[in-house]
């Protein structure tokens, strides 16, 4: 199972996009979260239209603006590009994020043009992947973030969203045999406290046999890119 990407930035490299990916099977469009920047790069590439796309299941991981921060434009264009023919859209979201996620739609007047659909009801649903597990993980404080892990007839496929839980890829590496890849966020920065994945440990902890199947995103830096290349691992690229 290979997802596409929007995006590959995180929140402040703007010149790579928020990091956003996707497939499609027939007429949906399976969208894993929605920044500032992904509704306008949707547009851009004409992905809707140009795939006559009639249904859109978004998953949102967490709720960061550069995850969340184009949400309800992608929505409101569902509804109304072309009012004879709506997309109907569905949030797919873990219960920590459905109060949340809910008001700021709401507020932003646009809760009438979506349903939320628990995740296990995806399963089965796609010849992309016969099951779909959201993990909690830890990214800033307390507030809850999600990973999500699709089982595949190739094995399983793991994205991390945005996590600070090095364990949790460490156990992973270690535990899960069948990981047909990994899609995980990293950045250069190294500190106590670093609410994202530093490159520096994903090179101690992930052995280079597994590296062609690890796929990283949601870089700080153009630097970070480069060096991540030089590791020997593989690096998403954007849809133009």
């Not at 995006?7 to 920044?35: H, Q, Y």
């Amino acid at each position: 199972m290979e997802l596409k990407f929007l995006g590959r930035g995180g929140a402040f490299l703007v010149e790579e996009g928020n990091t956003s990916a996707f497939f499609i099977e027939g007429k949906t469009l399976f969208l894993i979260d929605c920044g500032e920047s992904v509704f306008s790069k949707i547009v851009r590439v004409n992905l809707l239209k140009k795939n006559q796309i009639n249904k859109v299941f978004c998953l949102i991981t967490h709720m960061h603006s550069d995850h969340t921060g184009s949400l309800s434009s992608l929505i409101y264009y569902c509804a109304y590009a072309d009012i004879n023919n709506p997309i109907n859209f569905s949030i797919v979201c873990a219960k920590p994020l459905m109060d949340d996620l809910y008001r700021m739609l709401e507020a932003q007047g646009c809760a009438d043009f979506f349903d939320f659909v628990p995740a296990e009801t995806l399963s089965n649903r796609y010849r992309s992947f016969s099951k779909i597990q959201l993990i909690r993980t830890a990214h800033q404080g307390q507030y809850p973030a999600f990973c999500v892990e699709f089982t595949t007839n190739d094995g399983k496929v793991f994205y991390s969203g945005d996590t600070r839980d090095l364990e949790l890829i460490h156990s992973y590496v270690r535990e899960v045999p069948d990981i047909e890849r990994m899609y995980l966020e990293t950045t250069l920065l190294d500190y106590s406290g670093n609410a994202h994945l530093s490159l520096r440990v994903l090179n101690e902890i992930i052995p280079n046999n597994l590296r062609p199947k690890v796929f990283l995103m949601h870089f700080d830096s153009a630097d970070c890119i480069k060096k991540a290349e030089e590791l020997g691992f593989q690096v998403v690229e954007c849809i133009q």
